[in-house]
Structures are given as structure tokens and as C-alpha cells.
């Protein structure tokens, strides 16, 4: 198979935290593709595939979907771009997630962009958000806080212990979040 050497950064935080918002900002200035593994998901559920069904039910109870078929997703939308930087959004999301796209694509992240947010205000945002996501209603957003409390917040740590965690705060209005993320992509002379 011929291997693509590709740049890759995934951006975490809880649900809600703005990685899809500030994804859209980074693809504008620093040219990256922009791969959300939850968009992925749901477009993978409305094209009718076997999983479907199986997907739509995990999305719905906040649980993490079968690494396999995540990183399927993203492999396939990593090949089928000609781009070699890509911001992966939402994934990994719990260690054994982290552990298999390593192994599978032997790709790590350059680095892991963090968007620190309270539970509050993520759950402001969510319900707010009206845009017909079936997980954004006040029982399933419980469900993904826990999820991410337990299984995502140790990827990070994981992260973090190597160095490669760049923490922004999240809860700040989009503009200075903005300049925080800008400041991680920014090289600076040494
Ligand atoms: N907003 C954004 N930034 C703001 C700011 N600074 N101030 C005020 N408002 C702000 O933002 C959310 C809302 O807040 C928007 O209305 C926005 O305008 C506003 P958004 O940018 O969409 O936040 P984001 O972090 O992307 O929130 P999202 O809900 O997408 O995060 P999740 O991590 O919950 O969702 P995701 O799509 O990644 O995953 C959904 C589900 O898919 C998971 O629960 C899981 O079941 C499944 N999944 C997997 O199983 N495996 C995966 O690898 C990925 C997903
Ligand atoms: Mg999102």
C-alpha cells in the first residue's frame, strides 16, 4: 500500500467544548482538512450502511462506537484527500481508541489541541444548539459528559504526559478562543 506521510492534530475536549467551531476557523488560516469523527459517523448512519443502526444507537446513549469502524472512516477520508494535515475532531475518545489508530495507521498526533470547558457551559451550548442532533437533548448529555469524564479526560492525561497537549481555554467567546488556537499554529522563531 503506498503510504501518504500526513501531518495529523487531534483536537479533544468535552461535548460541546467548540472543536467543530474552531476546526472551521483552523481549515481557513492554516490550511488543514478538517475530519470529525462524529460527522463521519452520522453521515456513515444516513447512507443506509449495515452499521447504521448500530451507530445511531451508540450516539444516542453517549457510548463510544467500535474503534474499527471509527477508524475505517478516517483512514477513507484521509485517502481520499490530497491534503497531508488533517485536524481530527472527537477522536480518539477513549484509550483503546488511541492504542488502535496508532497501530492500525502508524500515525501519532503532532500534537493534541485540548478545549477546556465547565460542564455548564457545554451544557448551555448544547441546548441551545438546535440543530436537530438526536444527542442533544438534557438525558443524553449527561450520558456523554460521563463518558467523556471516564474514558476521554485519560486520553488527554495520556497526552500530557508526553508533552503534546496544548490546553486552551474553551469557555471564552469564539473570537478569543480563536487567538488562543492561532497561537498554537503560529511557529515562533527560536
Ligand atoms: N459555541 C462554540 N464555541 C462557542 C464559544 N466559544 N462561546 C459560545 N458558544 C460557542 O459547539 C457547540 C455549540 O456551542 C454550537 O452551537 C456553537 O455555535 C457554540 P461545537 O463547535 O459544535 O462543539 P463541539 O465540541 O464540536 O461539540 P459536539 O457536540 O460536536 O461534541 P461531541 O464530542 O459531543 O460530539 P461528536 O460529534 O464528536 O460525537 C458525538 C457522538 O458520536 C459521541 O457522543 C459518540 O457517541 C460518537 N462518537 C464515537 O463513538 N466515536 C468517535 O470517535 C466520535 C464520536
Ligand atoms: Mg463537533
Do not use: W
Not at 34 to 49: M, N, Q
Not at 72 to 92: C, H, T, V, W, Y
Not at 150 to 155: A, I, M, Q, R, T
Amino acid at each position: 500500500l503506498t503510504e501518504k506521510k500526513v501531518k495529523v492534530v487531534f483536537v479533544l475536549g468535552g461535548p460541546g467544548s467548540g472543536k467543530g467551531t474552531q476546526c472551521a476557523n483552523i481549515v481557513e488560516h492554516f490550511g488543514y482538512t478538517h475530519l470529525s469523527a462524529g460527522d463521519l459517523l452520522r453521515a456513515e448512519i444516513k447512507s443506509g450502511s449495515e452499521n447504521g443502526t448500530m451507530i445511531q444507537n451508540m450516539i444516542k446513549e453517549g457510548k463510544i462506537v467500535p474503534s474499527e469502524v471509527t477508524i475505517k472512516l478516517l483512514q477513507r477520508a484521509m485517502q481520499e484527500n490530497s491534503n497531508d494535515k488533517f485536524l481530527i475532531d472527537g477522536f480518539p475518545r477513549n484509550e483503546e481508541n488511541r492504542a488502535a489508530f496508532e497501530s492500525v495507521t502508524g500515525i501519532g498526533p503532532e500534537f493534541v489541541l485540548f478545549f477546556d470547558c465547565s460542564e455548564e457551559e457545554m451544557e448551555r451550548r448544547l441546548l441551545s444548539r438546535n440543530q436537530g442532533r438526536e444527542d442533544d437533548n438534557i438525558d443524553t448529555i449527561r450520558k456523554r459528559f460521563k463518558v467523556f469524564l471516564e474514558s476521554s479526560l485519560p486520553v488527554i492525561e495520556y497526552y500530557s504526559l508526553n508533552g503534546k497537549v496544548r490546553k486552551i481555554d474553551a469557555a471564552k467567546p469564539v473570537g478569543e478562543v480563536f487567538e488562543a488556537v492561532k497561537a498554537v499554529f503560529t511557529p515562533t522563531e527560536s
